[in-house]
């Protein structure tokens, strides 16, 4: 036991000292804690997106207490507080269940928001791509809602199918999970498209996205070339890596040299403190554990934790906070490079202790109930 808690350790120091462990994307947080605001539905655009009788308008616009970044939160509460201001609806689109079986006609409710707040006729129509996540999320790229005004645009966000409340099916059991592709979230964008320009009747479309929704809109671009004029697609990894190290290597390149051996310093003492039960037993006071920490499985699931949380911090580095800045100030004030970096790492988780162990996550995981997952 002791030498393969040893060997992972030391697999870890030295991805933790590069900063170039492996980047695990979960994509299966697929329904999230949705707050709702009221807003009124817009008369002129009614009957351009007009529903199936019995099918609810959904004519509210929805956020949501989002992910452990401070900067983020506030930067995207902020447009949203906005884009309530300026009027955005929510509607459903009736989509396709699976695109790719002639003889399946079954249709779900997908939602998006529209925003014609700047647009003028013969402007351009922008479609925002979700991606993994309730759409709502994603009003926090302020990019495409910046150009909507420059450009005098109309713009759409398209929410991805079985996130948020676009789901085709009643749980998540496996054998339910068949529909969830980028080929069919693509899809669904084609026929969103293809549909809404039948009202709107536009001659430029540009699609937009970012991270994972950001491979879908260059996708997109590559599969659909005739309803699109351009592609954005920020930090999309189009080229699927196995081992990707670039995520956390960026946290080393923004960080700043001494920030960065800060961080080495503080890796190199938590590696050695794993090594023992005294070691074990300040971690998990320092990093505030729900439980101690001395389980092989949790000890990996705890060194991924810290590591990609304060990866996270250099994709984060927003106004108004700076969380990166922030960070970096409480890793190079000082004294216990250990209790430094669990400083930092609270710093973004303090409502509480943190359950480092892998068995929760893996429960959490395993749900198959939308409403439970929702909780």
């Known amino acids: 036991y002791q030498r393969r808690v040893r060997e992972r350790i030391l697999h870890l120091e030295?991805?933790?000292m590069k900063m170039t462990n492996t980047l695990i994307v979960s994509i299966s947080f697929l329904c999230l804690l949705l707050v709702q605001e009221s807003?009124?539905?817009t008369p002129k655009y009614q009957k351009m997106f007009s529903r199936p009788a019995g099918v609810s308008s959904h004519s509210s616009l929805s956020a949501r207490e989002f992910t452990n970044t401070r900067a983020r939160e506030k930067f995207r509460q902020a447009h949203l507080q906005n884009s309530l201001r300026n009027g955005?609806?929510?509607f459903n689109f009736p989509q396709l269940v699976d695109h790719f079986d002639p003889s399946n006609q079954q249709l779900f409710?997908?939602?998006?928001?529209?925003?014609?707040?700047?647009?003028e006729p013969g402007g351009p129509v922008f479609v925002y791509l979700g991606g993994e996540g309730p759409m709502e999320e994603f009003l926090g790229e302020v990019q495409m809602f910046e150009w909507l005004k420059r450009y005098k645009a109309a713009g759409f966000l398209l929410e991805h199918r079985y996130y948020g409340k676009s789901?085709?099916?009643?749980?998540?059991?496996?054998?339910?999970?068949?529909?969830?592709?980028?080929?069919?979230?693509l899809a669904d964008a084609a026929r969103f498209i293809n549909k809404m320009n039948k009202s709107l009747q536009a001659d430029q479309w540009v699609i937009f996205g970012c991270s994972y929704s950001g491979c879908l809109s260059g996708w997109f671009r590559s599969l659909y070339p005739e309803l699109v004029l351009g592609s954005y697609a920020p930090s999309g990894p189009v080229l699927a890596q196995l081992n990707y190290t670039g995520y956390m290597?960026?946290?080393?390149?923004?960080?700043?040299?001494?920030?960065?051996?800060?961080?080495?310093?503080?890796?190199?003492?938590i590696a050695q403190m794993m090594n023992s039960v005294d070691g074990l037993a300040k971690l998990s006071l320092y990093f505030n554990s729900c439980t101690p920490l001395q389980y092989e499985d949790d000890l990996f699931y705890f060194t991924w934790t810290i590591a990609l949380q304060l990866a996270g911090?250099?994709?984060?580095?927003?106004?108004?906070?700076?969380?990166l800045t922030s960070i970096c100030n409480i890793l190079t004030?000082?004294?216990?490079?250990?209790?430094?970096?669990?400083?930092a790492f609270l710093f973004e988780n303090s409502a509480g202790c943190t359950n480092f162990s892998a068995a929760s996550f893996v429960d959490s995981m395993s749900s198959t109930d939308i409403n439970s997952v929702c909780k």
Request: a negative charge; one cysteine or more; glycine letters at 6%.
């Open 167 to 185: 789901s085709p099916v009643p749980d998540f059991s496996t054998p339910n999970l068949k529909y969830l592709s980028s080929r069919q979230a």
């Open 313 to 323: 911090q250099a994709q984060e580095q927003n106004p108004p906070d700076w969380p």
């Open 109 to 119: 409710m997908q939602r998006f928001i529209f925003e014609d707040d700047y647009y």
């Open 88 to 90: 955005n609806v929510t």
């Open 249 to 269: 290597g960026q946290y080393e390149d923004s960080a700043g040299s001494d920030c960065a051996t800060a961080t080495r310093n503080a890796v190199i003492q």
């Open 39 to 41: 807003v009124s539905l």
């Open 14 to 16: 030295a991805g933790f």
């Open 333 to 343: 004030s000082g004294g216990d490079p250990v209790k430094n970096f669990a400083q």
